[in-house]
């Protein structure tokens, strides 16, 4: 472990900083292998920082920007990470025992096992990481790579979890309460003893989970995959799981449009037919967690519409009508939102980022596209946690709506409106 003193952390930061400004100055910040023991960067810029290896046990990272940060195999215990922002960081092999990481943002953050080689060639093999009786209510961490971490006895009320991979996961005894699981492969986790009420477990994969003693009282479990699970040992009954269906079905045509689109989407475009439902009426309609990636909705009527947990990845929905919508927690990168009206919508823990694009058989040919929201009317809606990184908000309207914890890092912000007290997290 090497040490550093202030004035040396202190001056690589600002050379950090101007190399976070332009690459070709300043330089990137490599605290490797460092012992910061209980030191306070609270409020620090330190994404894209290498800190693998790193002692940071007690440390205070409160409000730090750890966007896209290596912390691989790091050490950090009981540290104090609450409302940070962690969205991609390596945390693969991280030690978390008793973080605090209530309010922190952790989409597509890894926690995956790995394995260093050392300077002697040396392999050593870093377990998944351990979150144990971690707190993390209110974390954000949609597409979040949890398979076969520890987070047993963990805090993780009304904490979003949505199109996470927890395959294998410990979650005994942990308090899940409220939480938000969305279409997460849990596969094979332990949940003995665990506190799911009012959780969201819709469109999970939860085959072969442990749920001896678990609490599934008024869970939500709608298209759950739930083989090899057996119900009889939790503390609910098996029979009070899963809501009943809708009483108002859907229209016939649109049920139809809608099966044909979903195995367009599940083919990758060789069956069934891309939807368009342009123009039309779906007001007050209950679409939550459907696949609508790549439908046409331009100029649709999605006033209080129910799409909670949707999939709309490069769907074009513009010049729409969506006061009142509800998309909280929808993966909508790459949308086309230009000139729709989301007046008093709620976007909590939406995702509107820059989709990557891919070639015919599903690789990556190296381009993103961003999500358009320009001139998109967002006055008084919920945005909180929600991710506009890269995206075009040239004259878009956030006035009135609430953005504690939205991102805006890479955005265009060009005329963009906001309310003198807004604070904003670019």
Not at 118 to 124: F, K, M, R
Not at 325 to 344: I, P, Y
Request: hydrophobic share 40%; charged share 20%.
């Amino acid at each position: 472990m090497t040490s550093m003193t202030p004035q040396e952390i202190m001056e690589m930061l600002a050379e950090h900083a101007r190399w976070l400004s332009n690459p070709k100055k300043g330089a990137q910040a490599n605290f490797k292998h460092a012992d910061f023991t209980g030191a306070n960067f609270a409020g620090a810029k330190l994404q894209k920082s290498c800190l693998s290896g790193c002692k940071l046990s007690r440390t205070i990272f409160r409000g730090a920007n750890l966007i896209a940060a290596d912390l691989y195999a790091a050490d950090l215990t009981k540290a104090d990470l609450r409302d940070s922002l962690l969205i991609r960081a390596d945390l693969r092999g991280a030690e978390l025992r008793g973080a605090k990481l209530n309010g922190a943002n952790l989409q597509e953050a890894d926690f995956r096992g790995g394995s260093l080689i050392l300077s002697g060639g040396e392999t050593v093999t870093f377990p998944a990481g351990d979150l144990s009786d971690a707190e993390l209510e209110n974390v954000v961490a949609e597409k979040a790579n949890l398979n076969g971490a520890n987070l047993e006895g963990a805090a993780l009320g009304n904490a979003n979890f949505a199109y996470s991979q927890l395959r294998g996961a410990n979650l005994s005894n942990a308090d899940l309460h409220g939480a938000g699981f969305m279409g997460s492969d849990m596969a094979d986790c332990d949940l003995s003893g665990a506190d799911l009420a009012g959780a969201d477990l819709s469109n999970v994969n939860l085959s072969g989970a442990n749920v001896e003693g678990c609490n599934f009282d008024n869970v939500k479990l709608d298209g759950a995959k739930l083989d090899n699970v057996d119900f009889s040992k939790s503390m609910s009954a098996a029979s009070h799981l899963v809501e009943e269906a809708e009483t108002t079905p859907l229209p016939p045509n649109l049920q139809a449009l809608l099966k044909t689109h979903f195995l367009w989407v599940e083919t990758n475009g060789l069956k069934g037919e891309r939807a368009d439902l342009s123009g039309m009426d779906l007001s007050s309609m209950d679409l939550s967690g459907c696949a609508l990636s790549g439908a046409t909705m331009k100029g649709a009527n999605l006033k209080g519409t129910n799409l909670r947990g949707s999939q709309v990845v490069m769907s074009d929905m513009s010049q729409c009508i969506m006061e009142d919508v509800d998309l909280t927690d929808a993966v909508m990168e790459g949308v086309n939102l230009s000139r729709s009206n989301l007046k008093n919508a709620i976007l909590k823990g939406s995702i509107m980022t820059a989709v990557d694009l891919k070639g015919p058989n599903g690789e990556s040919i190296g381009k993103k596209w961003p999500a358009n929201l320009s001139a998109t009317n967002f006055t008084g809606a919920d945005l909180e946690g929600a991710n506009m990184t890269d995206a075009n908000l040239i004259d878009a309207n956030f006035k009135g709506a609430k953005l504690s914890g939205a991102i805006f890092e890479g955005a265009d912000m060009e005329d963009a409106r906001f309310d003198e007290n807004q604070k904003i997290s670019a």
